[in-house]
């Protein structure tokens, strides 16, 4: 980790979007006042393969500039479940290493209204993680005193929160990361799936957004062990009974 903010690194091989003129000049500025701890990352979610045009600290998550949207971006995106808001702010994200990072997201807009692209801050807040953490230890009493158990148990760890954003370094392990874990959550092998519990598997990939991923339909295929095609007739029932 540095000790001091890096500068921020811009696609200079893409044209940005006029709409991301106001917010290029802010990413230094808050990477200064937070500290290197935080990442300041600028999305543009007309190519969800390469979304990140600009990076600010970006030795926090480990990712560059021309790397993928997050599954945060193709939910919002696919879903339209935040379009009444601006923004979001201090959810739980994750990196593909395990760390886990403070995030907010500010949606950039159109005229008409629609999400052209989305700055993101994500905070590296380990150190005072630790500091609670150990604050909590020294601090916590045995619950013989009166009242001492109200409000949950003394010194016990808080529930960790849901990851709501995982921040990937390639769309590859994007689209992977998403298959596998819905996948994974059926508890069902793939191969001993019946074909209506395929096609609810498909249902859940497409309402996390990665078939809006070049190459969605195929890392979909791979993990349910079926063809391409049937992974498109599939989608097609789903889209069909959404309708």
Do not use: W
Not at 111 to 127: K, Q, R, Y
Not at 175 to 203: F, H, Y
Not at 205 to 215: D, T
């Amino acid at each position: 980790m540095t000790s001091s903010s890096s500068p921020t690194v811009v696609d200079r091989s893409r044209v940005l979007r006029a709409e991301f003129a106001p917010y290029l000049p802010l990413m230094d500025f808050l990477a200064e006042l937070l500290g290197p701890r935080t990442e300041v990352v600028l999305h543009d979610t007309s190519d969800l393969g390469r979304s990140i045009v600009a990076l600010t600290n970006g030795h926090v998550s480990g990712r560059t500039v021309g790397g993928p949207a997050t599954d945060l971006v193709l939910k919002v995106l696919q879903n339209h479940e935040h379009d009444d808001r601006d923004y979001l702010a201090n959810y739980l994200a994750e990196s593909r290493t395990g760390g886990t990072f403070r995030s907010s997201t500010f949606f950039i807009r159109d005229e008409a209204g629609g999400v052209v692209g989305m700055l993101c801050l994500n905070i590296d807040d380990e150190p005072l993680t630790r500091a609670r953490d150990l604050l909590a230890a020294i601090t916590a009493t045995t619950g013989l005193v009166k009242g001492a158990s109200e409000g949950g148990t003394p010194g016990a760890p808080e529930r960790p929160a849901a990851v709501a954003e995982r921040l990937s370094t390639t769309v590859d392990e994007l689209a992977l990361d998403g298959v596998a874990r819905i996948v994974a959550a059926r508890g069902v092998d793939p191969q001993r799936m019946t074909p209506e519990e395929k096609v609810s598997a498909v249902r859940d990939v497409e309402r996390a957004g990665v078939f809006l991923l070049k190459g969605g339909v195929a890392q979909v295929a791979e993990a349910l062990h079926v063809s391409e095609p049937t992974v498109y007739r599939y989608l097609k029932q789903v889209r069909r009974a959404s309708s």
